[in-house]
């Protein structure tokens, strides 16, 4: 082992699966908390024999798990549930979380998703001290990240994905040679962006372009994705491009201008859009002068 540090984790999804994955290499890890839909963290924990908490931790359940468990430092990495102040205080040390986003912006849930959608050219992670707020903990780490024109959300974290694990170490690290220290955030400074769901993800066509443009890319497959209905047929979008066709202002927005070989071309508010893959194109016809709702 390189530490002698004796870890709790709390994890969800594809990240704390990688991350989880890289610290039972090398770390001591005593207790493991997850939801139900988690299948590779129970898979790993099962495998590696780790006591493993399922489900929702509140209520004093998860606390009542891992009572008498050493716990050193206590690591939250993408987990769904908000940590109660008993658990924030269970370690000996410290208790740190991991982050999406260059707090103090974009505090909340799917913080890489909003950031495409808000058009930012850079997103990021941060590792922060765990208070009772929301992401409101000092800042001990923090990793730019670039947003391309391109980047999809499933894009960015991958990104993430070869970052989160270089990051918890050198925390640790810093842990272990006692050179940890955290700087208060911002608070003035700071936003906030809620959980998205599935339903969220429909299409304004009095929008802009360039932020529909976002909003697909930003929900692109393997996400739910951005979408529209047409003749009564919900129509998920998966890539958009953008136009020079000409169009007439005074048209309804979401009109189609053209159908090329079944591809729609889409007046919006300030431009065409070309709806360039479109996840069940095959069940729907396409017709000119049709409206998108």
């Not at 709390?10 to 139900?36: D, M, P």
């Not at 918890?168 to 955030?185: F, T």
């Not at 159908?259 to 069940?283: A, C």
Request: with cysteine; hydrophobic share 35%; glycine share 6%.
């Amino acid at each position: 082992m390189e530490s002698e540090l004796k870890l709790g984790i709390l994890a969800s999804g594809l990240l704390g699966f990688h991350v989880l994955e890289n610290l039972f290499k090398s770390y001591n890890i005593n207790f493991v908390a997850t939801n139900s839909t988690s299948d590779q963290i129970i898979a790993l924990c099962n495998q590696k024999k780790a006591p493993l908490f399922i489900g929702i931790p509140n209520k004093g359940k998860l606390l009542k798990f891992i009572n008498n468990m050493d716990c050193d430092v206590l690591l939250s990495i993408n987990y769904l549930y908000i940590i109660e102040k008993e658990i924030i205080n269970y370690p000996k040390k410290v208790a740190i979380n991991i982050h999406g986003s260059l707090l103090p912006k974009y505090r909340g849930r799917t913080p890489h998703v909003w950031a495409i959608i808000n058009g930012e050219k850079e997103c990021g992670i941060t590792a922060h001290l765990i208070d009772e707020e929301c992401d409101t903990g000092a800042v001990l780490l923090q990793h730019k990240v670039n947003i391309f024109p391109e980047d999809t959300g499933q894009k960015i974290l991958e990104k993430y994905k070869s970052y989160y694990p270089t990051i918890v170490k050198k925390v640790l690290l810093m842990i272990d040679n006692n050179s940890l220290n955290g700087k208060q955030q911002a608070h003035e400074k700071a936003t906030f962006f809620g959980k998205r769901t599935p339903e969220d993800g429909r299409i304004d066509w009095s929008w802009h372009k360039e932020r529909i443009y976002n909003w697909v890319r930003a929900q692109a497959h393997p996400y739910p994705g951005a979408y529209t209905f047409y003749n009564g047929s919900k129509v998920v979008i998966d890539k958009i491009d953008f136009s020079d066709m000409g169009y007439n202002y005074a048209m309804e927005n979401g009109s189609i201008i053209k159908s090329d070989n079944n591809v729609p071309y889409v007046k919006t508010s300030n431009g065409v859009i070309k709806l360039t893959n479109i996840r069940n194109q095959r069940t729907i016809k396409f017709i000119e002068n049709g409206i998108l709702k």
